[in-house]
C-alpha cells in the first residue's frame, strides 16, 4: 500500500511538472496531465483491469513525452521561442 501510495503521488508531482513546463499546447497538456493521474491512480485501485487502464495511460502520458524529446529543434538561439517563467 505505501509503494503503490508513493507511485501515486509521484505521478501527480510528475504531472503538476508537465503543466507547469509549458511545453506542450494546452490540450496536450491536458491530456498528459489526466493520464500521468490516472497511472497513479491504477496503483491504488485492486489487481484485475489496473493492469489495463496503467498500460494505456502510461502510452497516452509518455509518447507526446518521448515525441517532444526527439522533436528537432532549431539551432538558432533567436528563431526558438520560449514562454515566461510565471
Known amino acids: 500500500a ?11 508531482g510528475f504531472a503538476v511538472a508537465v503543466a507547469r513546463s509549458g511545453s506542450f499546447g494546452r490540450s496536450v497538456t491536458r491530456v498528459v496531465v ?9 496503483r491504488l485501485v485492486p489487481l484485475g483491469l489496473s493492469f489495463y487502464v ?3 495511460a502510461a502510452v497516452v502520458a509518455l509518447w507526446p513525452l518521448a515525441y517532444a ?17 510565471t
Open 34 to 42: 489526466i493520464a500521468l493521474v490516472a497511472l497513479g491512480a491504477s
Open 54 to 56: 496503467a498500460a494505456a
Open 2 to 12: 505505501a509503494s503503490a501510495l508513493t507511485f501515486a503521488l509521484g505521478s501527480i
Open 69 to 85: 524529446l526527439w522533436e528537432p529543434r532549431s539551432t538558432d538561439r533567436r528563431a526558438r521561442q520560449t514562454s515566461p517563467v
